[in-house]
T-cell receptor
């Protein structure tokens, strides 16, 4: 099983809403990542969790708040987003930090 | 800082043609991955290369890791419309560094 599952697949939210993106993997991976991707551009790293601890925060605005409840789950809490935050949000996991990563299908987020 | 440069950035070819995508860096990586991504989907891992000079084949795709582990290439033989997508290389160091991406369109 090399599957990383993300929900929801699509999300439309207003600028005053609070929503959460979810990511799950059952491969026993100990590193999990959130990326943001604009059309036809490479993914941009947002956060890295290693052994359930936040190890990298790439200067992401506080309106994005990550959470790692356990080794299989990763959440991204969204609050007061801006239209420019509309993008594909990707979750990935790897066995340990910075070995080959497996990606979920992404959540297409639109902020209106 | 973009550590991995891919070329070409865009490529449009006819079905049946061959093509090569390059991924170059001045940094050394412990491993390098190639991904293919279709619109609205997540990147799918195609291959991981680890050893300098390594060559891996996946059906019509041939991947090569440079001897110095700084660069890599992806060669596709007899391209098919199903090969259309965004190809990304990613180098593993103290984090993943994605390449700039190559958008490939194969015209039937």
């Amino acid at each position: 099983d090399t599957e990383v599952t993300q929900t929801p697949k699509h999300l439309v939210m207003g600028m005053t809403n609070k929503k959460s993106l979810k990511c799950e993997q059952h491969m026993g991976h100990r590193a999990m990542y959130w990326y943001k991707q604009k059309a036809k551009k490479p993914p941009e790293l947002m956060f890295v969790y290693s052994y359930e601890k936040l190890s990298i925060n790439e200067s992401v605005p506080s309106r994005f708040s990550p959470e790692c409840p356990n080794s299989s789950l990763l959440n991204l809490h969204l609050h007061a987003l801006q239209p420019e935050d509309s993008a594909l949000y990707l979750c990935a996991s790897s066995l340990e930090g910075y070995t080959e990563a497996f990606f979920g299908q992404g959540t297409r987020l639109t902020v209106v | 800082t973009q550590l991995l440069e891919q070329s070409p950035q865009f490529l449009s070819i006819q079905e049946g043609e061959n093509l090569t995508v390059y991924c170059n860096s001045s940094s050394v990586f412990s491993s390098l991955q190639w991904y293919r991504q279709e619109p609205g989907e997540g990147p799918v891992l195609l291959v991981t290369v680890v050893t300098g000079g390594e060559v891996k084949k996946l059906k019509r795709l041939t991947f090569q890791f440079g001897d110095a582990r700084k660069d890599s290439s992806l060669h596709i033989t007899a391209a098919q419309p199903g090969d259309t997508g965004l190809y990304l290389c990613a180098g593993a160091g103290n984090q993943f560094y994605f390449g700039t991406g190559t958008s490939l369109t194969v015209i039937p």
